[in-house]
T-cell receptor, first 117, second 109 residues
Framework: GAVVSQHPSRVICKSGTSVKIECRSL??????MFWYRQFPKQSLMLMAT?????????EQGVEKDKFLINHASLTLSTLTVTSAHPEDSSFYIC?????????????FGDGTRLSIL | KQEVTQIPAALSVPEGENLVLNCSFT??????LQWFRQDPGKGLTSLLL?????REQTSGRLNASLDKSSGRSTLYIAASQPGDSATYLC????????FGTGTSLTVIP
């Protein structure tokens, strides 16, 4: 079945560091990828929708200059958390939808647990 | 590895009916169980989150229950409406997210 690979699975770094998370669709092409985050004991929340070849669409309250999204190819989207601070510690997960569109399901990565010290 | 199963895969009901969606998971060592709604071409919308220490959560016409010992969760939708038509996903959260395959719901006017 369709597979989405998310890397790294776990990141621990110092405050002020920029962290890049990759999301790859391994056996299908994705024109759209979604980025989510989940704070402890809270629900998974959509951050932004990443569209291949164009600017990402951010949800209300998500800072686009802090969470840089690049979707340069049909199989790769990256999320960069710039100058990360402890409050950015969270679980980040991506999903990708097959470019065939329509009612194609989304396929999810396993997530990245980010811890900022 | 955690395995999450949702039954049925598809469900079609007339408007106004109450319905139950089922989710089962194999590893009871979870942090929480979440239910999501997925509309075509859209990102996930979180519906309900049940912490591992809780047994149920309610939001409007939705009620979700959790029985960790049996590895089951249900999502109850009361008085269904055509706008409820969507795919419903459950996810068991441990060190990673483990999503079920979803139930496609169609509510017929």
């Amino acid at each position: 079945g369709a597979v989405v690979s998310q890397h790294p699975s776990r990141v621990i770094c110092k405050s002020g560091t920029s962290v890049k998370i990759e999301c790859r669709s391994l056996d299908f092409q994705a024109t759209t990828m979604f980025w989510y985050r989940q704070f402890p004991k809270q629900s998974l929340m959509l951050m932004a929708t990443s569209n291949e070849g164009s600017k990402a669409t951010y949800e209300q309250g998500v800072e686009k200059d802090k969470f840089l999204i690049n979707h340069a190819s049909l199989t790769l989207s990256t999320l960069t958390v710039t100058s990360a601070h402890p409050e950015d510690s969270s679980f980040y997960i991506c999903s990708a939808r097959d470019r065939q569109g329509g009612n194609q399901p989304q396929h999810f990565g396993d997530g990245t647990r980010l811890s900022i010290l | 590895k955690q395995e999450v199963t949702q039954i049925p895969a598809a469900l079609s009901v007339p408007e106004g009916e109450n319905l139950v969606l089922n989710c089962s998971f194999t590893d009871s060592a979870i942090y929480n169980l979440q239910w999501f709604r997925q509309d075509p071409g859209k990102g996930l919308t979180s519906l309900l989150l049940i912490q591992s220490s809780q047994r149920e959560q309610t939001s409007g016409r939705l009620n979700a229950s959790l029985d960790k010992s049996s590895g089951r969760s249900t999502l109850y939708i009361a008085a269904s409406q055509p706008g409820d038509s969507a795919t419903y996903l459950c996810a068991a959260t441990g060190n990673q997210f483990y999503f079920g395959t979803g139930t496609s719901l169609t509510v017929i006017p």
